[in-house]
């Protein structure tokens, strides 16, 4: 048996490559806009350098940014909606500082302010004790 038998020569390879037609059709019905992507990666990047940054009603502390970053906590737009809207239920029963759960993350925000004080994984911490809230809101 010939020992180079198994291996695809580099004629083969190329065709695959060469031969291969790309599709131009777009996905309009989940394509972002530009302005749209752009937008949000603005938004990454200010809470990764660590500034005070407003998504939507909702503004994330420079502290917050950092343990989002440091946790590789990366919320969906779907989260982001679910966030504010336990930001907002929060607020409207008289909370100032409460704990959100959402998925597998827990966040303390300040309502006055709609600022997300801090975030992280659930089980990051070895105990889950949160304090200084005076609510909890579970998504």
């Known amino acids: 048996m ?3 038998s198994n291996f695809t020569s580099i004629e ?4 695959q490559y060469i031969n291969h037609k790309v599709s131009n059709t777009k996905n ?6 530009f302005e749209e992507v752009l937008s949000k990666q603005r938004s990454i990047a200010q809470i990764l350098d660590g500034q005070n940054i407003d998504i ?4 994330f502390s420079k502290h ?3 343990r989002l970053a440091e946790r590789n906590i990366n919320l969906t737009d779907e989260q982001m909606e679910r966030l504010e809207n336990g ?3 929060a607020g409207s029963k008289g909370i100032k500082e409460s704990l959100v759960i959402l998925d597998n993350y827990a966040f303390i925000v300040n309502t006055n302010n709609n600022t997300v004080i801090t975030a992280m994984n659930q089980g990051y911490e070895e105990e889950n004790i949160y304090t ?4 909890a809101v579970i998504i």
């Open 56 to 59: 939507g009603r909702l503004k």
């Open 2 to 4: 010939d020992r180079l």
């Open 87 to 89: 930001v907002s239920k």
């Open 132 to 135: 200084n809230i005076d609510g």
């Open 12 to 15: 083969q390879v190329a065709g």
């Open 28 to 33: 309009t019905d989940n394509a972002a806009s």
């Open 64 to 66: 917050a940014g950092n």
